[in-house]
């Protein structure tokens, strides 16, 4: 079956530094692919929709200078969290869909970040 | 605009007995889709069954069934003969059916299977 494959499973980083994330779809290409954000014992929120060849529609309250988007080919979209801080640390998690199926939607395994 | 509710934040059950999880949805468009996910403490989401809003019939998928109620506007998830590594947190999501459009998600259910 179709593979989102996110990458790196965990990060631990200083204060003030930048971290990127990638998601990759292995065998299917995602125009669209999204972002999620997970506190502990919480449902996940979602951030913003990266569209290739487009800039991401973030959703409000989400800082889109803070939280880069590049969606730069079918199989590849990149969040880089810029400057990172304590509050910054949660779960990430991204999401493609395969082709205009609606139930064909695929999750990556996440990224645990840390910020020191 | 669309919203999931989810009412029990957790769960325990016994081992082999089955198990069902409650959701409920709310939403204006006429045709959308129904999911649910099992989330472990590794943290991936794993797609367990989908229900589109006009299928015929419930959705199943081994273990898994959707005890779908459109008129009630609910979309609970049965897991018969449950086991040890069904224990984990349980997400009920929907989204519209066409378009590329993001899921909503409800606040889960931790499920804990007691052997």
Redesign the interface.
């Known amino acids: 079956g179709a593979v989102v494959s996110q990458h790196p499973s965990r990060v631990i980083c200083k204060s003030g530094t930048s971290v990127k994330i990638e998601c990759r779809s292995l065998d299917f290409q995602a125009?669209?692919m999204?972002w999620y954000r997970q506190f502990p014992k919480?449902?996940?929120m979602?951030m913003a929709?990266s569209n290739e060849g487009s800039k991401a529609t973030y959703e409000q309250g989400v800082e889109k200078d803070k939280f880069l988007i590049n969606h730069a080919s079918l199989t590849l979209s990149t969040l880089t969290v810029t400057s990172a801080h304590p509050e910054d640390s949660s779960?990430y998690?991204c999401?493609a869909?395969l082709g205009?199926s609606?139930?064909k939607?695929?999750?990556?395994?996440?990224t645990?970040l840390s910020v020191l | 605009a669309q919203k999931i509710t989810q009412t029990q934040p957790g769960m325990f059950v016994q081992e082999k007995e089955a198990v069902t999880l409650d959701c409920t949805y709310d939403t204006s468009d006429p045709s959308y889709?129904l999911?649910w996910?099992k989330q472990p403490s590794?943290?991936?989401?794993i797609?367990l069954i989908?229900q589109?809003s006009y299928d015929q019939q419930n959705a199943t998928e081994g273990r898994y069934s959707l005890n779908f109620q459109k008129a009630r506007k609910s979309a609970n998830l049965v897991i018969s003969a449950s086991q040890l590594g069904d224990s984990a947190m349980y997400?009920c999501a929907m989204?519209?059916?066409?378009g590329?459009e993001?899921?909503t998600?409800?606040?889960?259910t931790r499920l804990t299977i007691i052997p």
Do not use: A, C, D, V
């Open positions: 125009t669209t999204f919480q449902s996940l979602l929709t779960f998690i999401s869909t205009r609606n139930e939607l695929f999750f990556g395994s996440g645990q | 889709g999911f996910y590794s943290g991936e989401m797609f989908y589109g997400f989204r519209p059916r066409f590329n993001k899921l998600f409800g606040t889960g």
